[in-house]
């Protein structure tokens, strides 16, 4: 594969867009069914390795510089002297644009939560724990429980819900009053 991957990728640059992905999950393919049928080739002469090393290294440095996927590098190279775009790039946060198209950006609690799961090991770790179907299922089960209606009140505050607009009846659970909620508001 890691000859066949970068050859495969050259093709991009001689066809169009749709046939370099046939192209390659055909190698794909190709390459996995070699590998489940263990299927095994002879070790090549020290000359044939080194062409075959050859030709690879060409292709990654020409899908280095001359491919359309741009790597950005976030932290830059600051020992670059006068090399502006290589000054470190601050994270200012999420960009959201909202009804009407503008653009706003913010920093949440959610937001910094997001990019703590899917930058570091133990977030990964722990998104891999919270997407299991046990997981869900529990949630679910703790979202219709009675003890869920204390999430109601922070929930009507933090959203400034107008709880008028509402008959004074209780709610049995969380999941109880957004299934209200949403029933009022898909109404005509």
């Known amino acids: 594969m890691a000859v066949v991957l970068p050859l495969v990728f050259m093709i991009q640059f001689f066809v169009p867009d749709f046939v370099f992905i046939i192209c390659l999950h055909l190698a794909l393919l190709v390459v996995g069914t070699l590998f489940v049928v263990n299927f095994r080739f002879r070790k090549p002469k020290n000359s044939t390795l080194a062409v075959l090393v050859a ?41 959201y644009i909202d009804r009407e198209g503008k653009i706003t950006t913010e920093d949440s609690g959610q937001d910094r939560l997001l990019r703590w799961m899917y930058t570091h090991r133990a977030g990964r770790l722990a998104l891999k724990v919270l997407v299991l179907p046990g997981v869900s299922k529990a949630g679910g089960w703790l979202l219709d429980s ?7 009140k922070p929930f009507v505050k933090r959203q400034g819900i107008d709880l008028d607009l509402y008959e004074g009846r209780e709610y049995a659970s969380y999941n109880d009053f957004l299934q209200d909620r949403s029933r009022r508001n898909t109404g005509p």
Request: charged share 25%; aromatic share 8%.
């Open 146 to 152: 009675r003890c869920s209606r204390v999430l109601i």
């Open 55 to 95: 030709v690879v290294a060409v292709a990654l440095c020409i899908m280095i510089l001359r491919t359309r996927y741009r790597i950005e590098f976030r932290h830059g190279w600051p020992w670059l002297p006068g090399c502006e775009s290589c000054k470190i790039q601050e994270d200012n946060g999420m960009k």
